[in-house]
């Protein structure tokens, strides 16, 4: 297997009259250039990822008429190989891109964090609903958004939140009347994919943890097929993996686990569970928690281990 240092563009620009000749002042420019690295750093722990991403500026990235910066996010090799090597399956760059906003899922769920932020304006969130890979947030007015789990996670992380709100925090001063994400692929394109003006900056301001709601809900009870990755009898968690994610799972199906202890069931890595099972999740202090519950294993199926033969 080859593997090669992993890079994605990001593009981001300010816009307005103080801008014209593509200047701008370092007190402004500074805080915002590292929270926009520390956006990228804490939204990808807030998403499951266990590595380091280099935060780089493209050569050649500024452009006159705006201040117009190109991003490189990088996982390089080295961290690739322990990915490899240990087995690990974190999120990747494509699941961060999606979040920040430049993922293939941009329309469909209201691309990325910014736009969420942006889409929900001043109004409040009345309840949340995870439906396998989407969620339905309600707000208020009845309107009903939808975006990511991951889109979520970091909507509902402290570090993100305060992270946002300084990277839009120059809009505040004279001459700076925009901020965008831009398409990374087509430099001379300055459409934005989403642009933030003076009138919303008090919207992206990060709210405190102390005042956010707590939240706790289960999904209804749901049916799938889940791949066996690996168990962990010490803590009673059971590594799964439904074809496109992989999560840790608790069993509380009590005829099952004490076939398992008796040994009455042999299982191995690559057998499928037929399952039944809900989604927990709570807020606490602006931190989001998942929890895979299986309440019935139906079936057990074991996975081939013979070649099959052509007569």
Sequence with gaps: MVLVSEIKKARIAYSGKALDDGTMPVRDLAPALLAFSELVENAYKAIGGERQIKVLLNQD???????????????????????????????????????????????????????????????????????????EMMLDDGETILTTPNTLKVFMNVDCRLSIEKIVDPLKQSGIDSFSLRDPNRPDDKAPLVDINKREVDIFKAPPAEEEADMDQKTSEMEMLARIITVNFELGKWRLSDGNNTFWASIEDNGFLKQVERR???????????????????IRNGKLATEYVVTHVIELREAPRQIKLNF
């Design 61 to 135: 990235s500024l452009n006159k008429g705006s201040f117009d910066i190109t991003f490189l996010l990088n996982l390089d090799f080295a961290e690739q190989l322990k990915m490899f090597v240990s087995g690990a399956q974190a999120n990747g760059l494509s699941d961060l891109m999606t979040v920040l906003g430049w993922g293939t899922t941009f329309t469909a769920v209201g691309g990325g964090i910014f736009a969420l932020v942006k889409k929900i304006g001043a109004r409040k969130i009345k309840k949340i609903d995870s439906k396998e890979n989407r969620v």
């Design 264 to 282: 009455d069931l042999a299982f191995r890595k690559g057998d499928t569970l037929r399952i039944k099972y809900y989604i927990h999740q709570t």
